[in-house]
């Protein structure tokens, strides 16, 4: 597992409180399902490292992130690479990746990525603590549109809120920013 050695002269990121991090790094969104983390994934921390296996989501909004410079696409495996990072991108559009734009889901089991992929470790610069407000229609719980609140926290929580009686809000998951170290 890659481990992120401080020294002068690195850089600092400026959304939370300062993360030295390395010039050799790539800045990827990860986003992480609330369950993922209650089920068996250990919560991420800012300035901590963390590890998810990786599935690249294209999406026009947000999180809206071009991969990685560099970034490699096998069309047979479906794995994208980018310097320290592995994800399963199924790509059906066989969009290039220096023109592919979205964000990384991160899981500890698998979902649609093949059973051989590499875990992806980096260290957590920033995390969003993501909710919506949900509505009952037709006899079912359901998100309602435009509601949805990123609030920055220090760490993630073990357990997410929902408070469908009071408030209608429930925690959904986590928005990471995550710096990747570069293998040299």
Request: aromatic letters at 10%; glycine letters at 8%; proline letters at 10%.
């Amino acid at each position: 597992m890659p481990r992120f050695v401080e020294y002068p002269g690195q850089k600092m990121h400026r959304f939370t409180e300062p993360t030295p991090i390395p010039s050799t790094v790539s800045i990827i969104a990860v986003f992480v399902e609330g369950w993922e983390i209650e089920c068996c994934g250990t919560p991420p921390v800012v300035g901590q490292d963390t590890t998810w296996m990786l599935t690249f989501v294209e999406a026009d909004a947000e999180p809206d992130m071009a991969l990685p410079a560099g970034a490699r696409w096998d069309r047979d495996s479906r794995i994208v690479t980018a310097g320290g990072v592995q994800a399963y991108w199924l790509n059906p559009d066989n969009t290039p990746p220096a023109n592919a734009r979205g964000y990384f889901s991160g899981t500890r089991h698998g979902g649609i990525a093949p059973a051989d992929i590499r875990a992806t470790t980096g260290r957590v610069l920033g995390l969003q603590l993501e909710s919506w407000q949900y509505r009952l229609i037709d006899q079912m719980w359901q998100p309602v549109p435009s509601t949805r609140i990123l609030r920055r926290v220090p760490r993630s929580p073990k357990w997410f809120a929902r408070d469908l009686d009071t408030t209608g809000r429930v925690e959904s998951g986590v928005l990471m920013e995550v710096a990747v170290l570069t293998p040299q």
